[in-house]
Nanobody
Framework: QVHLVESGGGLVQAGGSLALSCNASGRAFVVYGVGWFRQAPGKDREFVAAITRNSRNTYYADSAKGRFTVSRDDAKNMGFLQMTNLKPEDTAVYYC????????????????????WGQGTQVTVSS
């Protein structure tokens, strides 16, 4: 069992930045890949970014490329999502999740690949 808690969400103007954190407790965080997903009101949950265990690979949705950076600090059992140049369409609840899979972008971008999820943190970008 892994318990995940996101933090760092808030209200920001378009063009601004936010840094989300994912604090993990429970089983060894280091063996898991970490993914970030988001869900806007009335929309399906969508993949944002992921980082594999050992930070060997990172994956980004097209909407996140060039603006978001995913990272992790295994010594602190934490994952991070740095978001810059935020747009109103980035408004959503952001979730971190962990996965045991080893695979490609398609595996890491699928919500079904993840077994533990946080409760989410709200990000609101005003225009």
């Amino acid at each position: 069992q892994v318990h995940l808690v996101e933090s760092g969400g808030g209200l920001v103007q378009a063009g601004g930045s936010l840094a989300l954190s994912c604090n993990a407790s429970g089983r060894a965080f280091v063996v898991y890949g970490v993914g970030w997903f988001r869900q806007a009101p009335g929309k399906d949950r969508e993949f944002v970014a992921a980082i594999t265990r050992n930070s060997r690979n990172t994956y980004y949705a097209d909407s996140a490329k060039g603006r978001f950076t995913v990272s992790r600090d295994d010594a602190k059992n934490m994952g991070f999502l740095q978001m810059t140049n935020l747009k109103p369409e980035d408004t959503a609840v952001y979730y971190c999740a962990t996965t045991s899979i080893i695979g490609s972008y398609y595996a890491y971008s699928a919500g079904s690949s993840y077994n533990f999820w946080g409760q989410g943190t709200q990000v609101t970008v005003s225009s």
